[in-house]
């Protein structure tokens, strides 16, 4: 097993992407950490989508399903929809169907759907993902690990959060069973350096020092949470279940 680290969204080559490989995406602030969370409180299903046009487009065609319209561009909540924050989504989702429109990590899960697996991860999950893979998968996939990052720029939260993953994809693993590229070994070396740390590591990037400002610093102590939710999210056709 192959697992190698893309830094962000933009490095993705969707032609690239084929049905050998298993590509794990971590946006932790905040749209995966919000998929798992979602799904865990109930959600029947996520829909990713791009921006907010294709958001209401889909809408109309999921009239019956009277989903939940959810979303942000560049941090800030789209007009209409609902903050795509975790914590305060858990408390209403059970049973609804969600669209999600983000900046970076539906794009990213979008860009990425010719995988043979597309798996959503996070802090919250990370776990329970790389048991999932360990327990399911041959050794002759390729893991592909996606870090959405932000706005063609690297991010310090979904780099730990690849390490975190691949920290317990190792442990799950014999030692001959998996073999990491540099990028890989990386965020493995960086994750357990500081893997106590989860919320001083969130809180001091750019992204958390956003939320923070927005008053959202206890989406970043729940979101730095490990091993809390023992679900693992796909994508299957065009919406995230579990």
């Known amino acids: 097993m192959n697992v190698n680290l893309i830094m962000k969204k933009e490095d993705i080559d969707s032609s690239k992407i084929t049905d050998q490989q298993i590509v794990v995406v971590l946006d932790v602030l905040l749209a995966t950490s919000t998929i798992v969370t979602c799904l865990f409180y109930g959600a029947k299903e996520i829909f990713?989508?791009?921006?907010?046009?294709?958001?209401?487009?889909?809408?109309?065609?999921?009239?019956?399903?009277?989903?939940?319209?959810?979303?942000e561009v560049d941090g800030k909540t789209i007009q209409g929809f609902l903050d795509p924050t975790p914590l305060s989504l858990s408390k209403i989702v059970k049973d609804k169907s969600i669209i999600l429109a983000t900046t970076n990590g539906t794009i990213a899960i979008r860009k990425v759907t010719s995988a043979k697996h597309v798996l959503i991860a996070s802090l919250l999950n990370g776990g329970a993902v790389?048991?999932?893979?360990?327990?399911?998968?041959?050794?002759?996939?390729?893991?592909?690990?996606?870090?959405s990052g932000s706005g063609n720029r690297f991010c310090m939260e979904d780099?730990?959060?690849?390490?975190?993953?691949?920290?317990?994809?190792?442990?799950?693993?014999?030692?001959?069973e998996i073999e990491l590229t540099d990028s890989a070994i990386n965020a493995k070396l960086f994750y357990e350096k500081y893997e106590n740390e989860s919320k001083q590591i969130l809180s001091a990037t750019r992204v958390g020092k956003m939320l923070v400002d927005y008053g959202l610093a206890n989406e970043i102590s729940y979101v730095s949470q490990q091993d809390e939710i023992p679900i693992v999210p796909q994508l299957i056709g065009d919406r995230i279940i579990v």
């Not at 048991?131 to 996606?146: A, L, S, T, W």
């Not at 780099?159 to 001959?176: D, M, S, W």
């Open 48 to 71: 990713p989508v791009k921006d907010k046009r294709e958001a209401l487009l889909l809408e109309k065609s999921l009239i019956n399903l009277k989903p939940l319209l959810v979303g």
């Open 130 to 147: 790389a048991e999932y893979i360990h327990k399911y998968f041959e050794n002759d996939y390729r893991i592909i690990v996606v870090c």
């Open 159 to 176: 780099f730990y959060g690849a390490g975190y993953f691949i920290h317990r994809l190792v442990n799950e693993c014999n030692k001959n």
